[in-house]
């Protein structure tokens, strides 16, 4: 094994799984958009005013193709798995799961975040939308769909923990 990638939409829970899985397996944890915030020295709103969306898009391919070779444990962006590139460098370093919830928990968490342009900018329907669009995305490159409605995120991670544990020698 080398890297454990979580994917999902905004607000699927990516973070706050990845901080817990770190503890319980003892993996470094990193947040895709932290380590470009802290490669340009800007926030991720900032990128998208200044630069646009296709630059940010670009800086996340970058990162895949770069980050460094190590058994580590990233939270990826919400737009990741949308590039076929970005899919099939997460696929062939490591081990991918894509976080599963249903969009009102999502709507929920993210409906009054600042820090998210794409959500400044898109109604709730859009956000819909775009949720249905990149389903399949998720789905294309997952090595394992995760259902997150109903559990806990103790559950979820201790999951994934099995899960890691299980296939470590195996990629
Ligand atoms: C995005 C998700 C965000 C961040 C950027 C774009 C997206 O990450 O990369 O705002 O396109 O879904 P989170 O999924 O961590 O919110």
Redesign the pocket.
């Known amino acids: 094994m080398k890297k454990v990638y979580l994917i999902g ?3 699927s829970g ?2 706050a799984i990845g901080k817990r899985l770190s503890f319980s397996t003892r993996l470094p944890f990193y947040d ?2 932290t380590e470009i915030e802290k490669r340009l020295g800007m926030t ?1 709103p900032e990128i998208f005013e200044k630069y646009g969306e296709a630059y ?1 898009r670009e800086k996340e391919t970058e990162f895949l193709r770069s980050f460094r070779n190590e058994n580590c444990i990233i ?1 990826t ?3 990741v798995a949308m590039k076929r590139e970005n899919r099939e460098l997460m696929r062939s370093t490591g081990l991918v799961f894509y976080l599963n919830a249903p969009f009102r928990d999502i709507w929920r968490r993210i409906s009054t975040d600042r820090n ?3 959500v400044q900018r898109s109604t709730r329907s859009e956000l819909e939308q775009l949720y249905d669009e990149r389903l399949p995305h998720y789905l294309k490159a997952a090595h394992f769909k995760v259902e997150t409605e109903n559990r806990t995120l103790r559950q979820v991670t201790e999951y994934l923990a099995f899960q890691i544990g299980r296939l470590k020698g195996d990629i």
Do not use: N, T
């Open positions: 939409y905004m607000g990516k973070s895709m958009d991720i940010f939270a962006g919400g737009g998210r342009p794409i």
